[in-house]
């Protein structure tokens, strides 16, 4: 398996723009994470998925962020409008089960609001 | 709610030397703990876990951990530390809400 893979890589966007960032899970993972890395506050949980379902969006800093999980093999996180304070790397994750399995991570999005 | 803590910004140790990064945890019931380690622009790797059973866990790049229910720790530790294990270190929790939360990383840095 090539790993979970997010798209793109680099994103420069011009505040006020809408941004998606994309994640495709490792096939047969049920669980899937959206994480935010800043040096401020170091790596966040924003929300995560079971089979396709949001089950804690808690970590969703304001409503301009939203996800979607359509199939089992593809997420998107959304920001609109964006804003300078957004700029980060975002990692998308998946794991098999709960609990006690490990989660896999993406390369990351490094999001630049300008 | 879970959490774990690291309570060190940043390791400094000499090549050959033992290291420790260390990291505590707050659960309600018995918790999964994980270490990942992050190179620059790349994304989190997985170490180790510790589940159930024997307090010390062995792991990827002679990296092992210790689980100490008493002190609610789980330190990450190497006997000989090499240059390249310079990285960014996170400690994580697992419990039964199945989320994953993680410490605000440790940079060990280990000089020549």
């Known amino acids: 398996d090539a790993g979970v893979i997010q798209s793109p890589r680099h994103e420069v966007t011009e505040m006020g723009q809408e941004v998606t960032l994309r994640c495709k899970p490792i096939s047969g993972h049920d669980y899937l994470f959206w994480y935010r890395q800043t040096m401020m506050r170091g790596l966040e949980l924003l929300i995560y998925?079971?089979?396709?379902?949001?089950?804690?969006d808690s970590g969703m800093p304001e409503d301009r962020f939203s996800a979607k999980m359509p199939n089992a093999s593809f997420s998107t996180l959304k920001i609109q409008p964006s804003e300078p304070r957004d700029s980060a790397v975002y990692f998308c994750?998946?794991?098999?089960?709960?609990?006690?399995?490990?989660?896999?991570f993406g390369q990351g999005t490094r999001l630049t609001v300008v | 709610a879970q959490s774990v803590a690291q309570p060190e910004d940043q390791v400094n140790v000499a090549e050959g030397n033992p290291l420790t990064v260390k990291c505590t945890y707050s659960v309600s019931g018995n918790p999964y703990l994980f270490w990942y380690v992050q190179y620059p622009n790349r994304g989190l790797q997985f170490l180790l876990k510790y589940i159930t059973g024997d307090n010390l866990v062995k792991g990827s790049y002679g990296f092992e951990a210790e689980f100490n229910k008493s002190q609610t720790s789980f330190h990450l530790k190497k006997p000989s530390a090499l240059v390249s294990d310079s990285a960014l270190y996170f400690c994580a929790v697992r419990v039964v809400s199945n989320d994953m939360r993680f410490g605000a990383g440790t940079r060990l840095t280990v000089k020549p």
């Open positions: 994750a998946s794991s098999v089960l709960g609990g006690s399995t490990e989660a896999f």
């Open positions: 998925f079971n089979n396709n379902v949001p089950i804690d």
